[in-house]
């Protein structure tokens, strides 16, 4: 299935990340930062293919429809879900509306608390109250036992109690649905040509990156952090330092023993969100070829009723996975060389799977250290699962394998190896707010290192790339604050440094 000379990836085809939100955070951050002419963002739609249901998400009532139109005996009940998920998606638009959320524009932990309030506070009279009782149930409750109680036993309860991310709550759960209707975007160019355009960006204005290297020390004295060390042996100096990394790997290279022992007791505690596998193909098949069966850039696809997150031990574990599909280049030809299409499936699974998928390794970084090479085992099983996938990929375009031109896959060691996050975790902590190691869900950027400031998935509740984003303007405003206070730099001092322990291999996909 390779045949790189016909289909070169690192060129022209685009195999990276799916669509992001933006929130009313990542738009005008680029705007602040003078970056909005870098791509052009064009929606990203959803299309939801299970047993009984075909229906492309264009808005909460729509989709709402679409479930009691398909499943009609349970469709009172899905009524009433849809209507959570409705009053969900008018909470988010007033969270999230662009000029509200603090940091953005302004404030500080200061206007947080001010800030959720009045997204609570409805127009009609009564204040807050009327919202309480979705407030308990967002929060508190798990969204896999509330459907599971909202919904009649059926093959639609099954499905959407069963699959999405492990120990989500239902805020999260529900706020999906808003997303997918409203709020998904793509560059056009892919997104790799958005970050090289980044990347020169930034260089232009003096900013030095520094890749395939994995920060493994930091030097401090005291309170305050004087270098970070690679495995290379290089020592960076600076007088503020961001870190974006997995917070445990931050009580490892700051030392356990600088935490309140509370907070080391709820990052201990706190699970880690599910990993993915992602298959990339590269297919000779026009993209007009593949948009008349996909019809959406993403495709949720349940091959059958039985489908969910939690996988079995045995080899043959990803059968029962569901898939998403997706596949820009079906409406950018730029994405892929002429008359061919590169589609990414991705599909839940575990870092323990087959102990380790065959390498032996627990998947804690911080832990274990230097990634040793991989056996053949670790490829056979990527092998085989690639296979299951695109089996169920078929289902939605018949003949798919015969027209694969390049396969690789990135399994849970991979995320390892890149972000260095443990187990391959894709977005920071479990979705669940009880699970978070932290009171607030924004602005948990300080460290006892007070020149040391974090940001990235792990320091905001939800972990996404729009609150990931806002992390990263927190750390840079304490950062700022703090070097604006002090004397100003002797000339060519480094006075900023942007640290994630992450191994980047440039050859990689």
């Not at 139109?69 to 009433?80: M, Q």
């Not at 445990?248 to 007791?265: D, I, S, T």
């Not at 990339?280 to 009723?305: C, I, K, M």
């Not at 905001?460 to 703090?482: D, E, K, Y």
């Amino acid at each position: 299935h390779r045949d790189l000379h016909s289909f070169p990836t690192r060129r022209s085809s685009d195999l990276g990340c799916q669509s992001f939100e933006d929130m009313g955070i990542v738009f005008p951050l680029l705007a602040r930062y003078g970056l909005s002419d870098l791509a052009t963002f064009r929606r990203a739609r959803y299309r939801i293919v299970m047993p009984g249901l075909d229906a492309e998400v264009e808005s909460i009532p729509q989709i709402r429809a679409a479930f009691q139109r398909a499943y009609p005996d349970s469709a009172a009940a899905l009524g009433r879900v849809f209507d959570v998920h409705q009053r969900t998606s008018a909470l988010v638009r007033r969270l999230f509306a662009p000029g509200r959320v603090p940091w953005v524009e302004r404030g500080g932990s200061g206007a947080l608390l001010r800030w959720a309030l009045d997204a609570l506070r409805p127009s009609a009279p009564g204040g807050v109250l009327p919202h309480l009782r979705d407030l308990r149930t967002w929060l508190l409750q798990d969204f896999a036992g509330w459907y599971e109680r909202e919904l009649p036993p059926s093959p639609v309860r099954d499905l959407l109690s069963r699959c999405g991310y492990s120990r989500m709550n239902v805020f999260v759960a529900s706020a999906f649905w808003h997303l997918w209707a409203h709020d998904y975007w793509y560059p056009e160019g892919g997104l790799q040509q958005l970050f090289a355009r980044w990347v020169a960006r930034l260089e232009a204005r003096g900013v030095t990156f520094l890749f395939k290297r994995t920060v493994v020390a930091l030097e401090a004295r005291g309170r305050r952090l004087d270098a970070v060390v690679t495995q290379r042996g290089e020592r960076f100096a600076a007088r503020e330092v961001v870190y974006s990394g997995d917070r445990r790997q931050a009580l490892a290279l700051v030392g356990r023993e600088r935490f309140p022992r509370r907070e080391l007791e709820r990052t201990d505690r706190a699970s880690h969100s599910d990993a993915l596998v992602s298959v990339y193909a590269g297919l000779d098949l026009a993209p007009q070829a593949l948009r008349e069966r996909l019809q959406t850039a993403h495709v949720f696809y349940f091959p059958s009723a039985s489908c969910r997150t939690e996988l079995g031990h045995g080899e043959d574990a990803h059968r029962q996975a569901f898939l998403e599909v997706t596949a820009h280049g079906m409406f950018d030809p730029s994405l892929a060389p002429a008359g061919r299409c590169a589609v990414v499936l991705q599909a839940f699974t575990r870092h323990d799977w087959q102990r380790g998928w065959g390498t032996g390794l627990a998947g804690d970084p911080g832990r274990e250290g230097r990634t040793p090479p991989r056996p053949a085992e670790y490829r056979r099983l990527k092998r085989r699962v690639a296979d299951e996938l695109l089996a169920g990929f078929e289902q939605l375009v018949p003949g798919a394998r015969e027209r694969v031109v390049f396969l690789d896959v990135g399994a849970p060691p991979s995320t390892v190896r890149f972000t260095r996050n443990a187990f391959g975790g894709s977005c920071g902590f479990a979705l669940e707010w009880k699970g978070f190691p932290f009171a607030l869900p924004l602005g948990n950027s300080r460290t006892p290192l007070e020149n040391l400031h974090a940001a990235g998935h792990f320091t905001v509740w939800p972990g996404a790339v729009p609150t990931a984003a806002l992390s990263g303007r927190i750390a840079a405003l304490r950062a700022g604050q703090r070097l604006a206070a002090a004397a100003p730099a002797a000339r060519g001092e480094p006075v900023a440094a942007a640290l994630a322990p992450v191994h980047r291999e440039e050859e990689a996909p």
